[in-house]
């Protein structure tokens, strides 16, 4: 397995990219989009299709967020499944949500073709299967609901083909790529089109004033824009509406090796909650088995090894023994109150647009963002926009909004409650831990050599407190999801600011 510390390998990372460099002057353009992942390598390239001037900036490198830390199925199945969707949104928005799916997926095969891109891309079968049987219900539910949204071809079975599980739901023509390859590929494509790709350069004010966008990098330039696209999996231009909406959740990836024809070549996903996702990686001698799930919400608890661990049990029940681990890592991903991502114009705003809530299914969800903010900015409407509004409010989801956001208030009251520990000599290397300094509660974390890193626990977005992440050795903010790391860096938002430092 590859060392836990720091933030951990995904076993994608090992592709190549090509470098941005980072801003160093003001700059003009039609389009400016913030975040380099799959949703604003995207949205670059929808625009820039359209004839605008783009560019693209990212406070890290290019492809360095969740994409690269995904699991990459690309299906067209909701993870909350489509009898939820209908139950919360209608048949008419589920509808719109499936076709919407089913062409985020199209879109990544045809760039991949026009473009040349070598991702690995191939059409595959999704299966959704009953861990039990007592979940058979809930999935001949799901196929009537899974037709009803467009699924013409799903098909009702006894079982997982070849293994002992509930019923399962066989749905055809899904598809799974190399998300690093396809991303590596797709902004080489992007940089020779014009578009202009800078890394390391955080943005971190939105303005918008008389039709006219400015944002403002953390190093001081200025970039004015007629059109601004926040596609940062978290949105960095907004400070509270969206995030009340959506929920942070880590979720836990191993892959280990398979021999060649002992699972084959499909999408599978159970119906636990949380659900275990489970793909292939085909390599050369033998495959590699990618398995997921063991979510938990974001800062909540600490046991990221135990989760791995708790994996590979069940992948090992359910697929026989596996070779020894070869990657280990974890993300984050953000579910939105009621079963659909938000995608569109910024609620407020004429010309800032906004991606985020990507769920288990971020992908082809960053992809029909994609599609829809530049056609609401183009054409002024899109038939999927209504589906995918950030401005929306579902009553239906109202208890789902209530559970969320109950956690935020507990969070914040542990301001004044003691430490995890007594005092900083209790604190061993690779460590973190919260505790009361000088009458205020800080986060220390004492590395591998003994030093000491001590930051305030106060998360710089809205002052929730942070907990030690030993998986990842950073602080998570359970609230909306900031991740800082043991420097106090911000390594995810919303938090635009660092954990300001404190003294032993
Ligand atoms: C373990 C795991 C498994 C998953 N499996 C699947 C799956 O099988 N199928 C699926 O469809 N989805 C899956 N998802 C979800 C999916 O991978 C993500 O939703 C998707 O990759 C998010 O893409 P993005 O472009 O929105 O965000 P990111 O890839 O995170 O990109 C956002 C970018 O914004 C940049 N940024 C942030 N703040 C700023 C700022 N202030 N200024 C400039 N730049 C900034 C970041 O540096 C980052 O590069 C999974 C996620 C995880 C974690
Ligand atoms: S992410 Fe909002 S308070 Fe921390």
């Known amino acids: 397995m590859n060392a836990i510390g720091e933030l951990s390998r995904s076993l994608w990372m090992e592709a190549g990219f090509p470098r941005g460099r980072a801003l160093a002057g003001n700059l003009e353009v039609d389009v400016a989009v913030v975040g380099a992942g799959i949703a604003g390598?995207?949205?670059?390239?929808?625009?820039?299709?359209?004839?605008?001037?783009?560019?693209?900036?990212?406070a890290g490198t290019i492809?360095?967020?969740?994409?690269?830390?995904?699991?990459?199925?690309?299906?067209?199945?909701?993870?909350?499944?489509?009898?939820?969707?209908?139950?919360?949104?209608?048949?008419?928005e589920a509808r719109q949500y499936f076709q919407s799916q089913k062409a985020a997926v199209d879109r990544i095969e045809q760039i991949a073709l026009r473009k040349g891109i070598d991702c690995d891309?191939?059409?595959?079968?999704?299966?959704?299967?009953?861990?039990?049987?007592?979940?058979?219900?809930?999935?001949?539910?799901?196929?009537?609901?899974?037709?009803?949204?467009?699924?013409?071809?799903?098909?009702?079975?006894?079982?997982?083909?070849?293994?002992?599980?509930?019923?399962?739901?066989?749905?055809?023509?899904?598809?799974r790529f190399h998300p690093l390859k396809y991303l590596s590929g797709l902004a080489t494509a992007l940089a020779r089109g014009g578009v202009a790709l800078y890394e390391q350069t955080r943005i971190v004010s939105f303005r918008e004033k008389d039709g006219q966008v400015t944002l403002q990098s953390a190093g001081g330039q200025t970039i004015r824009a007629g059109v601004a696209v926040a596609a940062t999996n978290s949105p960095v231009n907004d400070f509270v509406a969206i995030h009340t909406?959506?929920?942070?959740?880590?979720?836990?990836?191993?892959?280990?090796?398979?021999?060649?024809?002992?699972v084959p070549d499909c999408l599978f996903w159970d119906t636990q909650d949380p659900y275990h996702y489970v793909r292939l990686q085909p390599r050369q001698e033998d495959d590699l088995l990618i398995v997921g799930g063991e979510d938990h919400k974001s800062g909540v608890v600490a046991d990221g090894e135990l989760r791995i661990a708790a994996l590979r049990d069940w992948a090992e029940e359910l697929f026989g023994p596996l070779g020894e681990t070869e990657f280990a890592w974890s993300g984050q991903v953000y579910e939105p109150v009621d079963a659909v991502p938000f995608a569109g114009r910024n609620p407020g705003n004429d010309n800032i647009y906004v991606i985020t809530g990507d769920s288990g299914e971020g992908l082809t969800t960053g992809v029909a963002g994609a599609i829809i903010v530049a056609a609401l900015a183009q054409q002024g409407q899109c038939?999927?926009?209504?589906?995918?509004?950030?401005?929306?409010?579902?009553?239906?989801?109202?208890?789902?909004?209530?559970?969320?956001?109950?956690?935020?208030?507990k969070d914040m009251a542990q301001h004044l409650t003691g430490?995890?520990?007594?005092?900083?000599?209790?604190?061993?290397?690779?460590?973190?831990?919260?505790?009361?300094?000088?009458?205020?509660?800080?986060?220390?974390?004492?590395?591998?050599?003994?030093?000491?890193?001590?930051v305030s626990a106060s998360c710089s977005h809205?002052?929730?407190?942070?907990?030690?992440?030993?998986?990842?050795?950073?602080?998570?903010?359970?609230?909306?999801?900031?991740?800082?790391?043991t420097d106090g860096q911000v390594l995810a938002g919303p938090a635009l600011k660092p954990l300001a430092s404190r003294q032993a």
């Not at 390598?41 to 990212?58: I, K, M, N, P, Q």
């Not at 969740?66 to 990459?72: E, K, L, N, P, Q």
């Not at 999935?139 to 009537?144: N, P």
């Not at 926009?385 to 209530?402: M, N």
């Open 245 to 262: 909406k959506q929920a942070p959740y880590r979720t836990y990836v191993f892959a280990a090796p398979v021999a060649k024809g002992t």
């Open 419 to 454: 430490g995890e520990v007594a005092s900083l000599a209790d604190i061993a290397p690779g460590q973190g831990a919260l505790l009361r300094l000088h009458g205020e509660k800080v986060a220390a974390y004492r590395d591998d050599d003994g030093r000491l890193h001590i």
């Open 41 to 58: 390598l995207s949205t670059a390239y929808e625009f820039a299709r359209l004839g605008r001037r783009v560019a693209v900036f990212d």
């Open 462 to 485: 809205a002052g929730c407190v942070v907990h030690f992440n030993p998986f990842e050795r950073c602080w998570d903010c359970p609230c909306h999801g900031s991740q800082f790391g």
């Open 63 to 92: 492809a360095g967020g969740m994409t690269a830390r995904t699991s990459a199925h690309l299906s067209y199945e909701s993870d909350d499944y489509y009898q939820e969707l209908i139950r919360l949104r209608g048949e008419d």
């Open 121 to 175: 891309f191939a059409r595959v079968d999704g299966y959704l299967f009953a861990s039990g049987a007592s979940d058979n219900g809930l999935i001949e539910k799901e196929r009537e609901a899974a037709m009803r949204a467009g699924f013409a071809d799903v098909t009702l079975l006894e079982s997982l083909p070849g293994r002992a599980t509930g019923k399962a739901l066989r749905f055809p023509n899904q598809a």
């Open 383 to 409: 038939p999927w926009a209504p589906v995918y509004d950030p401005g929306r409010k579902t009553v239906k989801a109202l208890g789902e909004f209530i559970k969320e956001n109950a956690g935020v208030a």
